[in-house]
Every structure is written in structure tokens, then in C-alpha cells.
Nanobody
Framework: VQLQASGGGLVQAGASLRLSCAASVLTTSTNAMGWFRQAPGKERVFVAAITWRDGSTHYSDSVKGRFTISRDGAKETVYLQMTNLKAEDTAVYYC??????????????????WGQGTHVTVSS
């Protein structure tokens, strides 16, 4: 499985961006796809996840109500719509795929494949 993330950029606070993550091939064992982010000098943290089968979603408290994760099964692509961006959203955003049960989707070590990351910079 190869993941290609795109859509990052430099925006002002309050703006919106949509990230995309296209998977080369998803297997039947794929349970969910997630987005994580890593700010300079900080650890990688969970942002959002979506189950591939029924579209259930889960968000970190820091983005709930501002970010929306969605999927297009036909294109094997996951999106992260980010609105009302804040300076603290500045980070490299990574998409990933996991076979693990839903209760583990916040845990980066449970993801099996990772994309290369896309930079998001929000100026205040």
C-alpha cells in the first residue's frame, strides 16, 4: 500500500484547506484511515480517523467542529477538510492506514502504512 498526501500550503488564520490522501491499493483487511500531524519539535499526534467500511469518524478534541474527515471508496482516497485554521494547526500532516480495531485508531504505532506528509502553515 502506498499513500500519497497532498493539499497542504500556507494560509492565513481563519482560512480553509482540504488535504487528500490517495491509496494505491487498499486490502480487505484495511479497517480505517487516519490523519496525524507533527508540529516542529513535537511528537506526532492523532487528528482524525474514518472507518473504510461504514464511514464512522473520530476526531481529536483540538480539531472537533473545525475539521471533517471523509472518504471516497471508488477513488480509495481520504480527505481532511480543515476550516477556521489556527496558528497551532501548523504542522506536517500525515495520512496512514490501519488494520487494527477501531479502539486503536488514535494510536500511531497501530498504523501499518504511512504517507510522506504534507506541510500546512497557518500564519496569524
Amino acid at each position: 500500500v502506498q499513500l500519497q498526501a497532498s493539499g497542504g500550503g500556507l494560509v492565513q488564520a481563519g482560512a480553509s484547506l482540504r488535504l487528500s490522501c490517495a491509496a494505491s491499493v487498499l486490502t480487505t483487511s484495511t479497517n480505517a484511515m487516519g490523519w496525524f500531524r507533527q508540529a516542529p519539535g513535537k511528537e506526532r499526534v492523532f487528528v482524525a480517523a474514518i472507518t473504510w467500511r461504514d464511514g464512522s469518524t473520530h476526531y481529536s478534541d483540538s480539531v472537533k467542529g473545525r475539521f471533517t474527515i471523509s472518504r471516497d471508496g471508488a477513488k480509495e482516497t481520504v480527505y481532511l477538510q480543515m476550516t477556521n485554521l489556527k496558528a497551532e494547526d501548523t504542522a506536517v500532516y500525515y495520512c496512514a492506514v490501519t488494520k487494527a480495531p477501531w479502539r486503536y485508531v488514535r494510536i500511531s504505532s497501530r498504523y501499518d502504512y504511512w504517507g510522506q506528509g504534507t506541510h500546512v502553515t497557518v500564519s496569524s
